[in-house]
Structures are given as C-alpha cells and as structure tokens.
C-alpha cells in the first residue's frame, strides 16, 4: 500500500469536507467526492456502493465483466478510499463532467480519448455523449486517431465519420498514430479499403458526365443563408457555345443525351479534378485554395462568354455541384 507521505489531495473542488468518498488515482492523488452524484452517474459506482463492505462476504465489483475499481482498501479522514486505474488528469475531467460544474476544456484529443474510455468503463451516459461528440470534433484533423479511438469502442457512427475524414488527406499523408496499436489488422484494412473504393469511384465522375443536369448551372441563395445550386435549363453553360475560347475536339454527352463541343480549358479542369479526387476523394478538396484560378486563368483574355461575371460565376457554381456530387458518392461507399 502507497505510504501517506506519498499522496496528495486534488485541487478544489475535490478536496471538500463534505465528501463522503476518496479515489485514489493511478499518480497518487485523492478526489474527496461524493457517492450519491457518481451513483446518478455511474451505474457501476451505484453497485459497487451496494455492495457489503470490507468484512463482509463480497466480490469484487466489474463492469460487464471488467474490472473498473478497486474494493475499498483503505480509510482517510474516516472516509473510505477506493483506488482507479486512471490518472489525475483523466479523473479530474471525468469528474467535472458528471458534477454540476461547467464543462470542462475537451479541445485537446490526448485527454478526450482517455477521459472516454473511462467513461465507458463506468457507464455515464451522459459524460459518454458529451466526450463523444467532441471526438467527433477532430474527425477531420486527426481523422486516423478518432477512427482508431471509435473502433475500439464500437461506436460504428463516429468510426463512419473519421474515416470519411481521411478521405481529406492521401494514404501517404496518413502517418501512423498509436491508438492503431488498440484495434485490429482487420479494423484498419477496411479503412484502407474504404479509401481505395472511394478513389474508384471517383474514376468516372468526370468521364462519365450523363450525371450532369441540362443547361448552365447557377448558385441560389436563400434567406435561410443555405447556398443550393440550381440549373438554367433554356440557357447551355458558357464552355459549350463560347466563339472565342479554344475547342477541344472531343464530344461529351450530357443526361439528355445531346452531345456537345467544350472548350478545351473546361475540359482541361475535369482532368485535374480528376486527378486531385483520385489522390484526396473528397468533395470539398476541389473547392479548396486557388483551383478554380487556373481554368479562370485558361480563358482567353477576350472572351466575352467564358472570361465574364456570369461566366466565371457558372465555372464556381458547376464546381460546387461538381464537389456535392462527389460527396454524395462517397455517401454511397
């Protein structure tokens, strides 16, 4: 047993009188808490509590099957001490969450993933939700962590997400991270795999373009601030009747099944979405920086149909469409 010299009390809140119970954390530092709250909390600290005390016969307690908590062991201040596996910081974030205090900062994914598991192993529902849709939080920038961290707890939802999250990044720029240590080969494969599936399905988006509605595309906004794309049906999109740009000599079809001439800078920034979709499958990565500037650039200088407001503002809007649509396949996987 740890010597007294070696233990130290928590910081307020959790060094208060009128608890009635200690936890001891992994680091040696007391939590003077209160029963009642981790027993609305925690269905686990309910039975623990529930339980017979030392000198009584008794088990030990478990959650599902695993045990989550120590039996009492030792008196302080005459209140009972229970030790936990967890460490200070992880225990003090638990705590603030299920006591009637302000949630605390969950902004750091080093102290979410911990203070999650946690969670779980002590059934609060209610800390499990909050810490869940913080994770969710970091799905796009450390999507392989999350993922790693969602599986391993079989939260299929926000496993969902952060592998769509990778779908941001190319497989080289998805380094390894040490929660993949906690999940199987299998786990990790089926990311790969679900990349690999969407890289595939890109391969047609901008070959196979019957997909594409009938006439010149054109971005509506509404009061609700929700930005939609609509489609001119009586007015064809400046890159098939343009007169002065160049023409590329091949023919597309669109879902009407007319076929049409298109300049050749259109069609030069189909192939680089193409290229920029199969590398990062992900609808938002051809919206992203200064893309749209090179077939703007593409235009010719004097082109009174494609190098216009309304013309530029067709391209933006087309690309818009172009990145739902990839989105929408993807949703598809």
């Known amino acids: 047993m740890t010597s007294e010299l070696e233990i130290v009390d928590a910081d307020h809140p959790f060094n208060k009188p009128s608890a009635d119970l200690i936890l001891r954390t ?18 686990v600290f ?7 005390q030392p000198g009584e016969p008794c088990s ?19 209140r009972p001490v229970v030790a936990v596996p967890e460490d200070v910081r992880t225990l003090d974030l638990l705590l603030r ?44 920038t450390s999507p392989l962590r999350v993922y790693a961290c969602a599986v391993r707890h079989g939260m299929e939802g926000r496993a969902r997400e952060a592998a769509v999250g990778c779908l941001r990044f190319t497989l080289l720029d998805l380094d390894v991270v040490p929660e993949l240590a906690d999940i199987s080969a299998v786990a990790h494969h089926r990311l790969v795999r679900f990349i690999l599936r969407c890289q595939k399905e890109m391969a047609t988006l901008t070959t196979d373009l019957t997909w594409i509605p009938v006439g010149c595309p054109v971005v509506g906004e509404f009061p609700s601030h929700k930005t939609l794309i609509w489609w001119y049906a009586k007015l064809n999109p400046p890159w098939t009747r343009c007169l002065f740009c ?15 001439n298109v300049c050749k800078w259109w069609m030069s920034f189909l192939d680089s979405v193409q290229a920029q979709l199969l590398k990062r499958p992900f609808g938002a990565t051809i919206l992203e920086g200064a893309f749209l500037e090179k077939p703007i650039q593409s235009m010719s200088d004097s082109c009174r149909t494609c190098r216009t407001a309304s013309g530029i503002g067709a391209l933006r809007a087309f690309a818009k469409y172009l990145a739902a649509e990839a989105d929408r396949r993807i949703a598809a996987v």
Do not use: C
């Open 26 to 43: 992994s680091d040696h530092v007391d939590f003077h808490v209160h029963k009642f709250i981790l027993s609305e909390a925690s269905p």
């Open 46 to 52: 309910e039975t623990m509590f529930s339980l017979p």
């Open 60 to 78: 030990s307690p478990s959650n599902r099957g695993q045990r989550s908590a120590e039996p009492i062991q030792d008196h302080k201040d005459g």
């Open 97 to 140: 969450i299920i006591y009637p205090y302000e949630n605390p900062d969950l902004d750091d994914l080093d102290w979410i993933t911990p203070t999650l598991s946690a969670a779980i192993k002590y059934d609060m529902a209610g800390a499990v939700k909050l810490l869940s849709q913080q994770l969710s939080g970091h799905a796009t």
């Open 246 to 260: 160049h023409r590329q000599m091949d023919i597309i079809t669109d879902n009407s099944r007319k076929h049409h």
